[in-house]
Every structure is written in structure tokens, then in C-alpha cells.
Nanobody, 121 residues
């Protein structure tokens, strides 16, 4: 069992930065690939970024490449550094965990509750 708790969301002006955190618990957390997804009002949830169990491989959606960076530490946390934010980045951001790696395209096994990111123009 893995529990995930996100933090770090908030309101920021366009062009600004935010850093999201996701704290995981469970003795096998370090074995999981982790990902960030987001869902804007009236839109479907979309993939943002993923990182493998070791932190050595990452994958990003085209819409955030070059602006967002995902990382993980050795203490059961993953992060999403978001720079050059745009109003279209406004969404609820959720972290997720799954054993099937960063290229898995199905529904991740474990999810956090989400944190709101709002980017004003």
C-alpha cells in the first residue's frame, strides 16, 4: 500500500514558478515509478511528467517540456519544479504511483488527493 500527499500548489502570476511536492509512505515506495497528472475544469485528466524508480529516467508531456522538471529524493518524495508558468497550466495537479514504469499509459495504481495550481494572466 502506498499513500501519497501533495503540497505546494497556489496562485502565481504568469511567468512565475512553483514547486510541487508529493510525499509517499509505504515501505516499497522507492520501487514505484511516479507521475504527475493534471486536470483543468471541464477537461480530461492529462499526463504531465513521470520519473522511474531510481530517478534516472524521466518523461514529459510536450506542453511542459523545457519548463517543468520532475525529480525524486531518497526520502520518499517527488517534486515538480514548474517554471515559466502559463494560464493554461491552471489545474489540479495530482501525483500517482505505479510499478509499471514511466511509459505505462493506463491508470496508475495509487493517487494523491491533488493540489490546486492557478496561474493568473
Amino acid at each position: 500500500q502506498v499513500q501519497l500527499v501533495e503540497s505546494g500548489g497556489g496562485l502565481v502570476q504568469a511567468g512565475g514558478s512553483l514547486r510541487l511536492s508529493c510525499a509517499g509512505s509505504g515501505r516499497t515506495f522507492s520501487s514505484y515509478a511516479m507521475a504527475w497528472f493534471r486536470q483543468a475544469p471541464g477537461k480530461e485528466r492529462e499526463f504531465v511528467a513521470a520519473i522511474n524508480w531510481s530517478g534516472g529516467s524521466t518523461r514529459y508531456a510536450d506542453s511542459v517540456k523545457g519548463r517543468f522538471t520532475m525529480s525524486r529524493d531518497n526520502e520518499n518524495s517527488v517534486y515538480l519544479q514548474m517554471n515559466s508558468l502559463k494560464p493554461e497550466d491552471t489545474a489540479v495537479y495530482s501525483c500517482a504511483a505505479d510499478l509499471r514504469g514511466i511509459y505505462y499509459s493506463g491508470t496508475y495504481q495509487y493517487w494523491g488527493q491533488g493540489t490546486q495550481v492557478t496561474v493568473s494572466s
